[in-house]
């Protein structure tokens, strides 16, 4: 089994920034891919970034392109979500997401997921 745990959350003005992490442990390797979700009061939870365990190959939804950025440290087994410009849109509770194998914006791909930290953007 592995653990996620998600920090790094808070409440900012908009144009602000945050920097989330997710820290993996338990049986853990540094060959899972990795992604970030996110889910606002009354919606589904939606796709933010993604990114591979391999090549640390990275992708991101069209609402953050550009102003997100999605990173991993193998060695401590951490993915990051550094956040800039951020806006009242994008008000949510973001989850981390891991899977050995798979990788893409679906959520029903990822086997492991974290509790989530809630982001706050005030305007």
């Known amino acids: 089994q592995v653990q996620l745990v998600e920090s790094g959350g808070g409440l900012v003005q908009a144009g602000g920034s945050l920097s989330l992490s997710c820290a993996a442990s338990g049986r853990t390797s540094s060959n899972y891919n990795a992604a970030w979700f996110r889910q606002a009061p009354g919606k589904e939870r939606e796709f933010v970034a993604y990114?591979?365990?391999?090549?640390?190959?990275?992708y991101y939804a069209n609402s953050v392109k550009g102003r997100f950025t999605i990173s991993r440290d193998n060695a401590k087994n951490t993915v990051y979500l550094q956040m800039n410009n951020l806006k009242p849109e994008d008000t949510a509770v973001y989850y981390c997401?891991?899977?050995?194998?798979?990788?893409?914006?679906?959520?029903?791909?990822?086997?492991?997921w974290g509790q989530g930290t809630q982001v706050t953007v005030s305007s």
């Open positions: 997401a891991a899977d050995p194998q798979r990788l893409g914006i679906d959520r029903t791909l990822y086997r492991y």
């Open positions: 990114i591979s365990w391999r090549k640390g190959v990275s």
